[in-house]
């Protein structure tokens, strides 16, 4: 595979829907994995590391990893699954009651 040319990645562009996010999360932290994995999360709430691993086809400590670096920004928080507390979901936004630190 061969490395695209200016001219070429002039051409991609950013959808305006994730604009926002790479201002509010400091663009230059979130990677492409974290931002793949924040935007599952959003699109389902509630999901798990294991479900993210297997549709993304990573290893689940990389998901982890990810989901870390995400809840430390406040972008992700996790919460014991009530039917299994061994399974941690996974929820878009701070969590409730929690003070950020600033």
Do not use: F, Y
């Not at 001219?7 to 790479?22: A, N």
């Not at 994995?37 to 389902?44: G, V």
């Not at 590391?49 to 290893?59: M, S, T």
């Not at 989901?67 to 941690?88: F, G, N, Q, T, Y």
């Amino acid at each position: 595979m061969t490395k695209p040319t200016i001219e070429q990645s002039i051409k991609i562009t950013v959808p305006e829907d994730v604009l926002p996010l790479l201002r509010w999360a400091n663009a230059d932290q979130l990677t492409c994995r974290q931002a793949a994995i924040l935007r599952m999360i959003e699109h389902n709430p509630g999901c798990t590391v294991g479900a993210i691993a297997h549709v993304l086809n990573v290893p689940k400590p990389a998901v982890t990893r990810a989901a870390d670096k995400l809840s430390e920004w406040d972008l992700v928080h996790r919460r014991m699954e009530p039917a299994d507390r061994r399974l941690i979901q996974l929820w878009p936004g701070p969590k409730k009651g929690r003070r950020k630190q600033g």
